[in-house]
């Protein structure tokens, strides 16, 4: 790891009311005494107290740059565990970076994205899920995102792991004992013994997988496509649902000829909404692109919305679309219920086991049922947080899979009567991903690919 000095701009690129440049690493302190003059005296901030702040100005040798306060956080007890500037300027753009150029020229480098919070991993300050769980505050999306990405934050995960991994690695440590040591620790019974430990593992890990899904929705949103014939309504549903006209509604049939995609907050659940061209036959080439997405995009959904103009008679259009909606999680909407029904419930339900609502869109019928249904569908009713462990990412997925299959392998070792080295052999290969999990087992090039995520200053 490198020890030099970083600094970079921490708050946005855009004028605000207050801006704020770190600076982090061995000769933080040097660089600030170099730039910095108190407005009561001469005094070097090196030699004050860790966890002051400090009024003054900032200087580029003979010119005053800014009336700044500056913040000072000495190793070890700052975010990096290294010593810490943070200089409280105006919130201008130009000022922001007329500082961190004087930063730079007195003795630090521009900061790399996520260096910050990398080297915060890399000198134990946190694990690698709380560095990632950084990342997903910055980007929560609703409140339950957010408590999720905080609880992960302050250590859910790692503490389980780390349970998970000692349990292991006592049961690693007994084989081999025994095994080196045959005359004073019997392996008599053992097996049995390791079968039910390896059991209680695997259901704590399948635990843990199981949020995988929850955790994602929550995250990053439900992948949502509207999906139906063209003038069904799909547009003046997606205009309901975000609160403003954003999609053109006319009485032209064809009128949405791409994908408009919108993300809207449902009772704290994140909808990514995609309202799609409406699926027919058509000679227009720019409409069957439009047409050949929506099939695309439906295809991949996590759920799909698919509303039906109830006004009109089902088609070859409409049973193209149940057809590719039979293994989908899909919630039917018989639109324009206001008007004289041509299709019913009973007629749609025949041909898709769906559940079917009747909306107006025009009247703004039905929505509230449709809100409903989406929260139970994905989340078996009202959304609440509690302390599970909701915010796994695809990563460390990968990796509770991976161990769990190794844990799967020592019990079909114990079943098939083989020798007790070879339960080592999986129990270490667990050990060894779970650890990959929180970091202490984990290769340079992921790690700068996790940390080239973040944004410049964090």
């Known amino acids: 790891m490198n020890s030099d000095t970083i600094a970079a701009i921490a708050t946005a690129m855009s004028p605000s009311g207050i801006g704020i440049i770190r600076i982090s690493g061995e000769d933080a302190l040097p660089v600030i005494d170099r730039i910095y003059r108190s407005k009561y005296g001469h005094k070097k901030l090196s030699l004050c107290e860790s966890h002051t702040i400090h009024y003054g100005y900032i200087y580029d040798d003979n010119e005053m740059v800014d009336e700044v306060m500056v913040l000072l956080m000495k190793a070890p007890h700052s975010y990096t565990k290294e010593d810490t500037v943070e200089i409280d300027c105006h919130g201008g753009v130009y000022v922001m970076k007329k500082i961190l150029e004087t930063v730079i020229k007195h003795g630090a480098r521009p900061a790399e994205p996520g260096e910050f919070t990398k080297r915060a991993f890399l000198n134990g300050r946190i694990d690698l899920t709380q560095a990632e769980s950084v990342i997903d505050v910055i980007n929560a999306k609703n409140e339950f995102a957010l408590k999720s990405s905080l609880s992960q934050l302050q250590g859910a995960v790692l503490v389980d792991i780390r349970k998970i991994r000692a349990d292991i690695l006592h049961e690693i440590a007994f084989i081999e004992s025994a095994l080196d040591d045959p005359e004073h620790i019997s392996l008599d019974n053992y097996p049995q013994t390791l079968h039910n430990t390896v059991d209680n593992l695997v259901i704590k890990i399948d635990k843990i997988l199981k949020t995988f899904e929850n955790g994602r929705f929550l995250k990053e949103g439900i992948n949502t496509v509207i999906v139906g014939k063209p003038n069904a309504g799909k547009s003046s549903l997606l205009n309901i649902l975000v609160g403003e006209e954003r999609a053109i509604v006319t009485e032209i049939a064809g009128t949405t000829r791409d994908v408009l995609e919108e993300q809207i907050n449902l009772n704290g659940i994140t909808l990514n909404v995609m309202d799609t061209a409406g699926i027919r036959d058509t000679e227009d080439v720019v409409e069957k ?126 079943e098939d009567d083989m020798p007790e080295d070879f339960y080592s052999i999986d129990l270490m290969g667990a050990y060894e991903e779970l650890g990959k999990i929180i970091g202490e087992a984990v290769e340079d090039d992921l790690v700068d690919e996790i940390f080239s995520k973040f944004c410049m200053g964090k």
């Open 289 to 414: 692109i439009g047409v050949d997405r929506a099939r695309t995009y439906a295809s991949k959904a996590d759920l799909v919305i698919y509303v039906i103009d109830a006004s009109t008679e089902l088609d070859e259009s409409d049973y193209e679309i149940m057809d590719l909606l039979q293994d989908k999680k899909a919630i039917v909407l018989l639109n324009k219920s206001d008007l004289d029904t041509k299709v019913t419930v009973e007629e749609v339900q025949h041909i898709l086991d769906k559940k079917i609502i009747p909306i107006s869109a025009k009247e703004h019928q039905g929505i509230d049922e449709l809100e409903e249904t989406i929260r139970n569908m994905f989340f078996q009713g009202e959304v609440t947080f509690n302390d599970e462990v909701y915010a796994i990412n695809m990563r460390q997925k990968t990796s509770l899979q991976v161990a769990l299959d190794h844990l799967h392998q020592v019990t079909q070792s114990i």
